[in-house]
């Protein structure tokens, strides 16, 4: 946080992202998001200074002070899904110490609480309400240059040393393709964030500023491997395939040979699609799959098939993609068959596919899926952690309601033990390695929740010794990796 004040009449901005904690341990370049590098280019190519500050609760106070002597012009806090017990006192103390900060509040919870926030924080200069994309043009305003989203930036004017040390320490680009999604999935907050918020809904950004931004970060700092942050970087439709192509011929025009993972529907992996993308060197996708019950895709809204997941774990398979899923294993709605065709259909794809989990749907007042479905739903009782718009609910179905208590704690027990059974162990040398341990061990533990499903009544003793034999097999599956050795 050092640093000395510019002589130049020019604008000192520190960011404080909030709600990244574990990023944030050590604000690896994976965490700064592609906006704000385009902010820290713009604040420096017009002679001012951005810091970014590293959260810690415990020092948050001194923080505030070692802020307010610094004499930053602006602090601009982004704030996603949880506001910390320290930040308004935080906000208060920097403003007593210096009132001549203008302090910005942007992200999730002030878009939805900003009358709220603007009313219990006199202080704050102003509380942006929308998406990032939307939102910095009125942190642009302020500090008087231009805003133009998706213009490359010329990195040839800042010290590369110190771009790099910030943005590329981990040596891969974060690439930011597009903004919102044209999807309305009924359990999705991001989606009705933008549709409510961003004018346009969803926004392809222009692929050749994108592949130039590539072709800056490869040619300047031999950057191969580009991840796009994007909720949904193909879109859908018939804009998927030309995107795929767009993106695939402008990397071949500018004779870029990089790899590059993404997130997108698994309704878009399609053989047309799925080569472009190859050419374009797709090595990892993620998938919202969700659920392989059909009854819960049409109540989540996802407009997609187990057929669409079937097809798109093959299509990955056949060309060497490696697969991230998402899963949501219970709705309130759910029933026990559901819940069961569910989990068999994830087995089935777990072979290939590394799951990532939620046990329970959580339930937003601000999706879909509430607006729906909340006059079916009982046991509503809203909690405050997360902007006092989630429900914890009661389920529908039997057998949810007397076993999804027990369901639940072998899962996050199993969940809690695959993280950190290999803690006892020498590190995995590979991220390969890393990679099919948690999908096999993943692949245990649904193989484990079948079973307490397929019983009628499963008491917590069977239940225990069940995780037991999980356990067992993960940890056969743990000495399985040759370079893996106990650490006594
Ligand atoms: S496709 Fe993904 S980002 Fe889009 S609405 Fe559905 S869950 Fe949300």
């Known amino acids: 946080m050092e640093r000395t004040m510019n002589e130049k009449k020019a604008v000192s901005l520190a960011l404080l992202e909030l709600n990244n904690k574990v990023k944030n341990q050590d604000l690896a370049s994976a965490s700064i998001l592609p906006v704000w590098r385009r902010l820290w280019l713009d604040i420096k190519c017009n002679g001012g200074e951005m810091d970014f500050i590293q959260e810690n609760s415990s020092v948050m106070i001194e923080v505030a002070l070692k802020l307010a002597n610094l004499k930053y012009d602006i602090i601009l806090i982004h704030i996603d899904s949880f506001i910390p017990n320290w930040l308004f006192p935080f906000i208060k103390l920097l403003h007593n110490t210096d009132q001549s900060i203008d302090i910005f509040l942007c992200g999730f919870i002030p878009t939805v609480k900003c009358g709220e926030l603007a009313e219990a924080l006199p202080e704050v200069h102003a509380v942006i309400s929308g998406p990032l994309e939307s939102s910095m043009e009125i942190i642009y305003n302020r500090i008087g240059i231009t805003f133009r989203p998706y213009e490359v930036k010329d990195i040839s004017a800042v010290d590369q040393s110190v771009f790099k040390d910030l943005f590329l320490k981990d040596s891969v680009g974060l690439i930011q393709a597009s ?22 809904v969803y926004e392809q950004f222009p692929i050749d500023n994108i592949v130039s931004e590539i072709l800056e970060l490869n040619r300047k700092f031999n950057i191969s491997h580009f991840k796009f942050i994007d909720s949904n970087f193909l879109g859908c439709g018939k804009m998927a395939y030309k995107r795929a192509v767009d993106l695939a011929s402008s990397l071949q025009a500018k004779g870029l040979d990089i790899t590059c993972e993404m997130h997108c529907r698994s309704d878009m992996v399609q053989t047309d699609i799925i080569s472009q993308l190859v050419k374009c060197g797709l090595r990892h996708l993620s998938i919202g799959i969700e659920s392989m019950s059909q009854n819960q895709l049409d109540r989540f809204g996802k407009k997609e098939t187990v057929m669409d997941h079937r097809s798109a774990k093959e299509l990955t398979v056949k060309h060497g993609i ?20 569910n989990l068999s259909g994830l087995y089935e794809l777990s072979e290939e596919v590394l799951f990532i989990i939620n046990e329970k749907m959580i339930l ?18 809203p909690f405050k952690v997360s902007l006092g718009t989630a429900f914890d609910y009661s389920f529908k179905d ?13 899962s996050l027990l199993l969940k809690y033990k695959i993280r950190t059974l290999p803690l006892s162990y020498s590190p995995f ?59 006594k």
């Open 364 to 381: 937003y007042s601000t999706t879909d899926y509430y607006k729906k479905y909340h006059s079916l739903l009982s046991g509503l009782k």
């Open 322 to 341: 490696s697969v991230q899923g998402y899963a949501i294993l219970a709705d309130p709605l759910v029933t026990r068959e559901e819940l069961l065709e």
């Open 179 to 200: 903004a919102g999604c044209p999807m309305t999935c009924s359990f999705c907050r991001y989606s009705s964030l933008y549709h409510r918020y961003y004018k346009g």
């Open 429 to 487: 040398v590979s991220f390969a390695d890393n990679y099919l341990y948690i999908k096999k061990a993943t692949s245990h533990k649904i193989q484990l929740l079948m079973r307490i499903v397929s019983e009628n009544k499963p008491d917590e003793s069977k239940v225990m010794l069940w995780c037991n034999e999980a356990l067992k097999k993960i940890e056969e599956l743990l000495t399985s990796y040759n370079e893996l050795k106990v650490i």
């Open 398 to 410: 039997k057998w949810c309601i007397e076993n999804f208590g027990i369901f639940q704690k072998a």
